[in-house]
DNA sequence: TCGCACGATGTTTACGTAAACATCGCGTGA
DNA sequence: TCACGCGATGTTTACGTAAACATCGTGCGA
């Protein structure tokens, strides 16, 4: 059939078209039309090669990937996207990198998404405030993405939620959400209850504690783990002190922490801030850990380069990356996904912030 | 035309196909057509009301808005780069987010890229080998971006250039890469020339120095000018220590620093690396800054909360960011995007871990 | 008053791929 | 020996959009 002319005078007209098409500037992109031709096979089984379809003999297979090679084809991800309706996408929507979790939980998820053959889109959001997040979401329905992978709190998210475009699936992480979307959450709860029982379990009569932001669910459930396990153990519940994860806020409460002579331990709701606490503690005199112990929560590749290395609960975001890619990529099959939640555990790392309370 | 007859059974034939093309699950996205047949218009019509055409008279295109609003519809961006071409998406290559300035640099990408309607592709390299960087390559040539930006030594580049596809732009960031692509750097010899000037500045004999690991041109270019900065002032040049960057590297620094009696002034190649070194020097009673002055490179966010306040030279990733999408968005306008390297200045952000030296 | 220009809208077509269906030829069993 | 089946390959078509071209009607100047 190559050799046939009508056949060659259509493949010149072709050419013809198509430099015509590709205008002035720059040359059009190889098609498997032309990788087609070069082999001298029809176009479907350019695709046939291309997609690893099993009935193309050997030897036909080896002329159209020589094919391909000489003339640099690569598929069209547009057209390949247009026809079978999938990207191949996963799309990331966030408010910040500033916190260590939320980038180690976004490199595990292009880490995962990519091993499948994904890519991952982000979509950072800058200012949180309803209308931003109904925007971000506005464009991500029009953006090429198969599932959402949402790293925020989910109040945020109820509002835009109408905006969603049905069929894409929504995996939210480390936010609650509940029953509507399909959530991958670090174990909050019992990761701060470690972290209290580890300092009563020292002797402590009781844990101080300073929370993250008030909007944070992370940050609230943290700190009503810290209330109930102080209150199951019958011991005084300190007032609560509130940061807003940054070491600056962490160490603003530390000065407050440094005034109080009965305070011995410390539960800070993370990393950042129990730098910025150990430095207030520092400054005012006050050793860590002999007078006071201090337990972080994250366990961020610093925590152990503070002074002195911080005891704290390491949690696993690559894990929660993992599962959030593996529970988008079955919605993405399912159509309906589950609901459910996933926690991942946390494990307590204990370093040299924490020690018995001073013998008074 | 839209009360015609025949119209309304074209009407009904096409919803009809469109169930069975919807097949058993799930329903098709809603489409021009779709919207243009509501509408009572064609869908040429509609792309145009779509696209912010001029020529649609208002009722007109009210009336579409109407529709589309109705129906739900969202343009299918599949569909739209492939006639058009382009997708509207940056790749982002990079080997790791476990540096701040990966993740500072990343984020500003991704949020100017969105203010200019661009969405940001991750691609993340595992291991550093130039195999991976190839792989990586030829994925982001079969991935639909216009432009790709690239976070790492260019060395390692350089093997898998050869599969970038053509008609891509190229930025580099914060890496050498001279003439081939358009580089955006942040001025690392300037800003190490400052920190060393800062230090003998404030009296003290000579500088040592914690490099960063030998393969990073930004390590190196550091190094390089702490090396001539000395040399300029006619000071020996002490033996160079090198980390990974890492704070525990660091750490391992600074116990050889603090056994160096004469070393009263240190600069350090990153902030990470300086905590480390900071702990090295606290933990063998060695003050900062009465007895050794440190100084950092990066500005991380933390860095005012070190024990003592570290100085530090002021990266400005945001605006490193900046650029790297503003050169990306000229390529692809350009087709031949210029070459150039753009240098984005530091700041020294003087703290409290440098004064001069103790009197001997 | 007639024709032409221009603005608004419709129709056709192509972008590159892959599913669905069509065809062709060869081997095998009755 | 012939028909049938099956594997390999080709042909047609549709995905949703937007550029290019076609058409239609209206208003204005000669």
Same mark, same amino acid.
């Given at each position: 059939? #190559?050799?046939?002319?009508?056949?060659?005078?259509?493949?010149? #007209?072709?050419?013809?078209?198509?430099?015509?098409?590709?205008?002035s500037r720059g040359r059009r992109r190889v098609s498997m039309a032309d990788v087609a031709r070069r082999a001298g096979v029809s176009s479907q089984t350019v695709s046939r090669v291309s997609n690893g379809?099993?009935?193309?003999?050997?030897?036909?297979?080896?002329?159209?990937?020589?094919?391909?090679?000489?003339?640099g084809y690569r598929p069209n991800s547009a057209a390949r996207a247009l026809k079978s309706g999938q990207f191949r996408t996963l799309g990331i929507i966030l408010f910040t990198l500033? $916190?260590?979790?939320?980038?180690? $939980?976004?490199?595990?998820?292009?880490?995962?998404?990519a091993a499948e053959g994904y890519a991952t889109t982000l979509l950072p959001v800058a200012v949180p405030t309803e209308g931003e997040v109904r925007g971000a979401f506005t464009r991500l329905g029009e953006l090429a993405v198969d599932a959402i992978i949402v790293i925020?709190?989910?109040?945020?998210?109820?509002?835009?939620a109408v905006s969603l475009p049905p069929g894409v699936g929504v995996v939210v992480a480390d936010s609650d959400a509940g029953d509507r979307y399909s959530v991958v959450d670090t174990d909050q709860k019992g990761g701060a209850s470690d972290a209290v029982r580890h300092l009563l379990g020292l002797g402590h009569g009781t844990v101080w504690h300073v929370a993250g932001p008030e909007e944070s669910y992370a940050a609230q459930r943290r700190?009503?783990? /810290?209330?109930?396990?102080? #209150?199951?153990?019958?011991?005084?519940?300190?007032?609560?002190?509130?940061?807003d /994860?940054?070491?600056?806020?962490?160490?603003?409460?530390?000065?407050?922490l440094a005034q109080e002579p009965g305070c011995t331990a410390v539960f800070v709701a993370n990393d950042q801030m129990a730098l910025g606490v150990l430095r207030a503690l520092h400054d005012h005199?006050?050793?860590?850990?002999?007078?006071?112990?201090?337990?972080?929560?994250?366990?961020?590749?610093?925590?152990?380069?503070?002074?002195?290395?911080?005891?704290?609960v390491h949690q696993d975001f690559a894990e929660v990356g993992r599962r959030c890619v593996e529970s988008a990529l079955r919605q993405i099959g399912d159509a309906q996904g589950e609901r459910g939640t996933t926690l991942v555990p946390t494990r307590i790392v204990v370093r040299e912030s924490t020690a018995p309370p001073p013998t008074a």
């Open positions: 059939m #190559q050799r046939d002319g009508v056949t060659g005078e259509t493949d010149a #007209q072709g050419s013809a078209q198509r430099r015509v098409a590709a205008g379809h099993p009935s193309v003999v050997e030897s036909t297979r080896s002329q159209v990937l020589a094919a391909m090679k000489e003339l500033s $916190t260590t979790g939320n980038v180690r $939980t976004l490199e595990a998820i292009a880490t995962s998404a925020m709190e989910v109040h945020l998210l109820d509002a835009a700190a009503d783990a /810290w209330r109930s396990e102080l #209150q199951r153990a019958g011991r005084d519940v300190p007032p609560m002190l509130r940061g /994860w940054s070491a600056e806020s962490g160490y603003r409460a530390g000065l407050r005199g006050r050793a860590v850990p002999d007078e006071v112990s201090v337990v972080g929560f994250d366990d961020i590749p610093d925590a152990g380069s503070f002074i002195p290395p911080l005891t704290t």
